[in-house]
């Protein structure tokens, strides 16, 4: 695979998901703005693909924030989103799982069953299309990549081409809330099912210094060992967590803001979400500006030594499998079309 980006100066981002405390996202990158540290791209995955996008798009974070908080305060937002929350609201007894945990262990399962996805494909595409322009990813001022999750090859693909609402909803396209996106013969969905925080990508693409942003749900340890349910939720929960270690380990820095506090479904907490990213970032700025300080120079001593040395001859280090695929993505539609039914019998 090529290096695309090794010659950019600068720090990248690999934002991970997290519905309504995703908004963090903004905060970090505001504070990193105001300090003028210099981010030269993005890679997101849901909700992290939604605000990497916009920010990719215009960079100025006050004003994505703004444009955001708009939008959520519209009767718009307020008549397609929360009926999704309300809905996954009413069996949720602790109101600390996440959605997409929840959806795994079969709450909702019913609904989902029989209308194919809570949200429909039409108003999914209108509520992205009200927050990401129409704009393709050359259009980007920085590199952007949304990543999303392939279900008939079981990969994990990086879009960096095409159009960035097709792109957008394939990374965000939670199995059986929203409806799962098809584009040449495949079907995608959420990012985060495959990768929560896509901090390899930008790696093997020749990134240099990438902080992990992680604005996950907390491990908890309140499960109940005489049910079930509780045990293979709380299984799950481990599962995701070693995940989620393994795929950050390579980060050059791994920033989690507390942003427990925000519910995953509180929309209208933006400003207070943004607030949060912004102090934690602000308190950690000195990891990003030892990152971007110039190597000392070298001593006549040092620089004599390194010309007299022996130069071996290294051979190229063969390409290592970067465990995903990089695609583009044009026009989209449904994944519950009856084209779907006819392709999967033909596989």
């Known amino acids: 695979m090529t290096a695309p980006l090794t010659h950019h100066e600068g720090i990248y981002l690999a934002l991970g998901g997290g519905a309504a405390r995703g908004f963090a996202h903004l905060g970090i990158i505001r504070a990193l703005q105001e300090h003028q540290i210099p981010i030269a791209g993005i890679c997101g995955t849901s909700m992290g693909a939604v605000v990497g996008a916009c920010f990719s798009l215009n960079q100025n974070a006050d004003q994505v924030t703004r444009d955001f908080a708009s939008h959520l305060k519209s009767d718009k937002f307020n008549n397609a989103r929360f009926k999704v929350i309300q809905a996954a609201e009413r069996g949720n007894d602790d ?18 069953l029989t209308t194919g996805a809570i949200l429909p494909f039409d108003e999914f595409r209108s509520e992205i299309s009200a927050v990401i322009p129409d704009r393709t990813f050359k259009q980007t001022q920085i590199p952007f990549f949304a990543l999303a999750c392939d279900l008939l090859q079981a990969r994990e693909v990086v879009f ?8 957008i909803m394939a990374s965000a396209a939670i199995p059986g809330v929203f409806p799962g996106v098809l584009a040449s013969d495949r079907i995608y969905i959420d990012g985060g099912w495959i990768n929560k925080i896509p901090v390899r990508p930008l790696l093997h693409m020749g990134a240099k210094h990438v902080i992990a942003v992680d604005v996950s749900d907390d491990y908890t340890t309140d499960f109940n060992p005489k049910r079930g349910f509780s045990m293979i939720n709380q ?14 380990e390579p980060a050059t820095l791994h920033w989690r803001p507390p942003v427990k506090e925000i519910h995953w479904s509180a929309f209208t907490q933006i400003e207070r979400a943004v607030e949060i990213g912004y102090e934690y970032a602000v308190a950690h700025m000195d990891q990003v500006k030892k990152l971007l300080e110039p190597p000392p120079k070298p001593t006549w001593w040092q620089k004599l030594k390194i010309r007299l040395a022996d130069q071996p001859q ?10 995903f695929d990089v695609r583009g993505i044009w026009d989209i539609r449904a994944a519950d079309d009856d084209y779907i039914a006819t392709h999967l019998q033909e596989l």
């Open 314 to 323: 290294q051979e190229p280090p063969e390409p290592r499998p970067t465990g």
């Open 160 to 167: 960096n081409d095409g159009y960035l609402r097709s792109a």
């Open 235 to 248: 299984a799950n929960k481990v599962a995701q967590l070693r995940l989620l270690e393994l795929q950050t």
């Open 95 to 112: 109101g600390r799982t996440s959605f997409a945990a929840r959806m795994r262990h079969g709450i909702l399962v019913g609904r989902s």
